[in-house]
């Protein structure tokens, strides 16, 4: 199993970003798919999850700011992050909790 973010940088607060994970070595279609975060200096903070069939779960946190999607045929998941704050800052890890699974992680960073 492998999973592989892309799409971090750095943003201005307000801006937004499109964070990707693509997937391989496991049944995509079958399986949730999960955003977690880990802030400079604090624990993790999970986001977002979406089940197999489409349906959505955001923290209270980035609710209404955020959209997670996913494209079975890429066997990709996405993360829109829009207004973003300053607080979002963190290291933005895409994970696959059935087969213990996390990706190598990619940086946003909300600045002016």
């Known amino acids: 199993v492998q999973l592989v973010e892309s799409g971090g940088g750095l943003v201005q607060p307000g801006g937004s970003l499109r964070l990707s994970c693509a997937a391989s070595?496991?049944?995509?279609?079958?399986?949730?798919m999960s955003w977690v975060r880990q802030a400079p200096g604090k624990g993790l903070e999970w986001v977002s999850d979406?089940?197999?069939?489409?349906?959505?779960r955001y923290a209270d946190s980035v609710k209404g700011r955020c959209t997670i999607s996913r494209d079975n045929a890429k066997k990709t998941t996405y993360l829109q992050l829009n207004s973003l704050k300053p607080e979002d800052t963190a290291l933005y890890y895409c994970?696959?909790?059935?087969?213990?699974?996390w990706g190598q992680g990619t940086q946003v960073t909300v600045s002016s």
């Open positions: 994970v696959q909790s059935s087969f213990h699974a």
């Open positions: 070595g496991f049944t995509y279609t079958s399986y949730y």
């Open positions: 979406i089940s197999s069939g489409g349906g959505t």
